[in-house]
């Protein structure tokens, strides 16, 4: 009884401080102040944390840009990487081997990932289920076999060393500048609004229909191979651009850079938050990325144990995504903020409020 | 000119002939209802109608244009729209979207539009929420837009799917079933609000097993057995019409003279 009572108050909480989002006097303010605080945070955390912040930033982005695909339109994919993969191998190459400068490498590679993305949206289109999960996966991996084989362009197995620092007008970004802090956080805005903006919109409720039913929705005259169509190039897009700024923050890039436990990763982001949602894919990332420094650090506590008794972080660090998966489908499959808000819908601006009130 | 007109519609599953040479009328401003046993055919022929399966023989034609052979998203945009028997909302979405979505086709601001929500989409948007609003309210569902479509009880979710229906503006609407699951005043409420659609200018094709509904509510009546037409014309005719009181009950010829 008490415990429920408990719970009432935990949801009044959480529903009073949507409310207030919702109200402009408070929300712009709030938002604000939130990037100020962001904006600030490089300046008084080590470049330890910067890193792993930027760690979070660049999932956070690949989290909104598979939540497209996976949260909006409903189907999964395992191959999420190739996309962040080929954004990364594109800019590194155009701008060493093709000496291009580095924004018009970054345009040129994210029109390149979307092409990909309407590729693979094609070459799955009358697939579904798990038979498109395996396709997503194939697709992965013809990707990297080709960046691993093709070494006339991809330089093969060796990979592609000083490729340039990514930079805003010569101003070259590093570490202890903040530049890459400050451009995956500037993506991270970009995904929010281009999310907010498009699910928001026809294109959403549209994408949101073919999930929900496909049948019913061809039945109300939506097009359902054009939304996916769009979701997936715009999900390519998005993870390509994170891939242009993953390699020049790495320097050097090869074919072993980009892995199906990434893929993983960024499914287990958008499951554990919760699919189909923006804030779902914030906390998921949130949580998830960091993950696995965590480990290392736990690990680290028992140093003084010979080596061979403690266990390796990166290889461990999948076992505990597994148990949060199997752990989220028995307890929560939405995902923690997944599932039904208790927030009144958002009429549009410009209704009568007595209107909206119904 | 018909407004719908079916012409000699087979449709056969492998073996099975489950609309069988059907020829079925819709005069605009009409309300014609299809009845029959079930297993009858009549889903099949709604089926048939919005393209969701390709007809064998016949011809099926909408405003004099043939439709039969074009893709069901086509179909609604000519101006046919249906609610499903075993309903089909987008459960995880609230009632508003579903209405919205219903009215997709009303929708063609671009992608460029919405990201800087310029004024067509401001306008589109403000128009078509301000539609779903009223259709929501005038069929009863005005105080749950904000709600979840599966949290709705059963009867209004069989309404959220005629409002989904009205929002693609189609002339004529199909409905598969609306008073199934509905208490007596419940369907009388919704014979009220498919004259309402009516007296709005809306044509409507009406499957139903409500009898009081049907003979009530309807200008027309088609009865459809084993994917044949039995019998067609009035209420008053249909009720005492031999072949249709021997489809229902099988073959008692004692009550054959009491009427219906
Ligand atoms: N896709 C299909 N494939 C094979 N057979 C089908 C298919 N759809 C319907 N049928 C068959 O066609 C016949 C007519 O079915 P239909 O659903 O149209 O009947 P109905 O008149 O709507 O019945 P009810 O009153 O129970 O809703 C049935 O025998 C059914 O099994
Ligand atoms: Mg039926």
């Known amino acids: 009884m008490k415990n429920r009572k408990e719970k009432n108050r935990t949801e009044n909480v959480s529903v009073r401080l949507g409310m207030l989002f919702r109200k402009k006097k408070a929300a712009v303010p709030a938002f604000l102040l939130l990037i100020v605080l962001l904006c600030l945070l490089p300046q008084v955390t080590s470049l330890y944390i910067q890193r792993n912040l930027i760690m979070v930033g660049f999932y956070m982005v690949l989290g909104f840009s598979l939540n497209f695909v996976t949260g909006y339109i409903g189907e999964v994919s395992l191959g999420h990487a190739a996309f962040y993969a080929i954004g990364a191998f594109s800019v590194s190459l155009l701008t060493t081997d093709a000496g291009m400068g580095y924004w018009p490498a970054v345009v040129l590679s994210v029109l390149l990932c979307g092409l990909f993305g309407l590729l693979l949206a094609f070459a799955t289109m009358r697939v579904s289920g798990t038979y498109l999960a395996i396709l997503t996966l194939a697709f992965f991996y013809l990707v990297m076999n080709i960046i691993q084989n093709w070494e006339g362009l991809t330089h093969g197995v060796v990979g592609i060393y000083d490729i340039p620092a990514a930079n805003i007008f010569g101003f070259a970004f590093t570490m202890k500048n903040g530049g890459y802090y400050y451009c995956i956080l500037a993506y991270v805005l970009f995904s929010i609004l281009i999310t907010r903006l498009l699910i928001g919109s026809r294109f959403g409720r549209a994408m949101k229909a073919v999930r929900e039913d496909p049948l019913a929705a061809t039945m109300a005259g939506i097009n359902n191979q054009t939304f996916r169509v769009i979701a997936y190039v715009l999900a390519g897009m998005l993870a390509g651009l994170a891939g242009t700024l993953y390699a020049p923050f790495c320097g050097y890039i090869n074919y072993l850079t980009f892995t199906y436990n990434m893929c993983l990763m960024i499914l287990v982001i958008i499951i554990t938050g919760g699919r189909g949602t923006m804030k779902g894919v914030i906390v998921g990332s949130l949580i998830i990325a960091p993950l696995g420094e965590v480990l290392r650090g736990l690990i680290s506590l028992f140093d003084s144990l010979p080596a061979e008794y403690l266990p390796d972080p990166e290889q461990w660090r999948f076992v505990i995504y597994g148990l949060i998966m199997v752990v989220m489908m028995r307890l929560r499959p939405q995902g923690i903020l997944g599932g039904k808000s208790r927030l009144d819908y958002r009429m549009p601006a410009g209704l009568d409020k007595k209107e909206g009130n119904g | 000119m018909a407004l719908l007109e079916m012409k000699q519609v087979l449709m056969r599953f492998g073996g099975l002939v489950a609309v069988d040479g059907l020829s079925l009328k819709v005069e605009e401003g009409e309300i014609v209802s299809l009845i029959g046993p079930n297993g009858a055919g009549k889903t099949t022929v709604f089926n048939t109608i919005t393209g969701v399966y390709e007809i064998t023989e016949g011809e099926i034609c909408f405003g004099g ?61 403000l128009t078509l929420h301000k539609k779903a609003l009223e259709v929501l309210a005038s069929i009863g569902l005005g105080e749950y837009v904000h709600e979840y479509a599966e949290n709705l009880p059963y009867g209004l979710q069989r309404r959220l799917e005629i409002a989904r229906a009205i929002m693609s503006g189609a002339k004529i609407l199909l409905l598969d079933e609306p008073a199934a699951g509905m208490n007596p005043q419940e369907s009388e409420d919704l014979m009220g609000f498919i004259r309402s659609l009516r007296d709005k200018g809306y044509t409507i094709l009406l499957i139903e097993h409500d009898m009081n509904v049907v003979m009530n509510v309807s200008d027309r009546i088609y009865v459809v057995d084993y994917g044949k037409l039995i019998a067609k014309g009035k209420p008053e005719q249909i009720k005492n019409d031999p072949g249709v009181i021997r489809a229902y009950l099988g073959d008692v010829s004692e009550i054959m003279g009491e009427g219906a």
């Open chain 2, 65 to 125: 244009e043939r439709i039969s052979g074009l893709l069901p998203r086509e179909i609604v945009k000519r101006g046919v729209s249906r609610t499903f028997q075993n309903i089909r909302l987008f459960g995880k979405l609230r009632v508003i979207e579903n209405a919205l979505i219903g009215a997709h086709i009303n929708m063609d601001y671009s992608i460029p539009d919405a990201l800087f929500r310029t004024k067509k989409y401001r306008t589109q948007e």
